[in-house]
């Protein structure tokens, strides 16, 4: 089976890349449950595609991705593009300023709930970002749509994530890691997590080691240990490592 890389040749290096980039990069945040905002969006994905269908539209694609001045406009502007298969002229377009809208707004208007929805916006997004995916190979490669979606699958079956969860259960897949890098893994996909869950999921031999640990990463500013040591936040410094972590794994 070719892969999405060989089914998107048509498309110039400078788009194709980045596409691809952010699309792994959307997926591969969502396998961390890495939910939050800043970490899983799909606004430089939906500016790459419309790039990509506007130089469609007019045989000429640009070196580099652009971003509309108005968004929205510029993809209701695709459809006058009546040559166009209907899912660039019609379909894609007007899912784009959805997929754009929902982490640029969203991220700052959740009010309670016992449903993460941090969760649902980024389940939100990997699903549609999968879709359009699906119908860029499909069109670009002049298949079907049950072997593209094969193909934008395959990009998903590469991604083995290192945090695994099932219930109020998670584990981190490779043991071998330290037991900082573990605390910084399973702190990443929520903004805080108690001390006593971070016990249950790493189950280190010595807990007095551990709870030395959490003590010398708050320090040393990896994370926020709350006064009476019971919850733990991730810090900049300590996504930091987490992002090499992830980058090392691939």
């Not at 945040?29 to 539209?57: A, H, M, Q």
Request: charge should be neutral; charged fraction near 20%.
């Amino acid at each position: 089976m070719i892969t999405a890389e060989q089914a998107l040749t048509t498309i110039p290096d400078g788009l194709r890349k980045p596409l691809l980039k952010e699309y792994s990069g959307i997926l591969r945040n969502y396998l961390e449950r890495r939910w939050t905002p800043s970490e899983l969006s799909g606004g430089k994905f939906c500016e790459i595609v419309y790039t990509i269908l506007n130089g469609y539209s007019t045989g000429n694609y640009p070196s580099s991705p652009t971003k509309p001045i108005n968004f929205v406009d510029a993809c209701r502007a695709l459809e006058s593009n009546t040559s166009n298969p209907r899912s660039f002229q019609i379909l894609i377009p007007r899912i784009l300023p959805a997929l754009y809208d929902i982490r640029n707004n969203r991220g700052v208007g959740h009010v309670g709930g016992d449903v993460d929805p941090n969760h649902i916006d980024a389940s939100a997004v990997l699903s549609i970002a999968s879709w359009i995916m699906a119908e860029l190979i499909r069109v670009f490669h002049n298949i079907n749509i049950q072997d593209a979606q094969k193909i934008a699958d395959s990009l998903v079956d590469r991604q083995t994530p290192l945090v695994w969860q099932s219930g109020d259960i998670r584990r981190v897949l490779k043991p071998d890691l330290s037991i900082r890098n573990q605390i910084l893994l399973l702190s990443s996909g929520s903004k805080t997590v108690t001390k006593d869950d971070l016990l249950r999921w790493i189950e280190p031999p010595n807990r007095y080691y551990f709870y030395r640990l959490l003590r010398e990463m708050h320090k040393s500013r990896l994370i926020e240990l709350s006064s009476d040591e019971t919850t733990i936040e991730l810090l900049p410094p300590g996504m930091t490592i987490v992002e090499s972590i992830i980058s090392s794994s691939d």
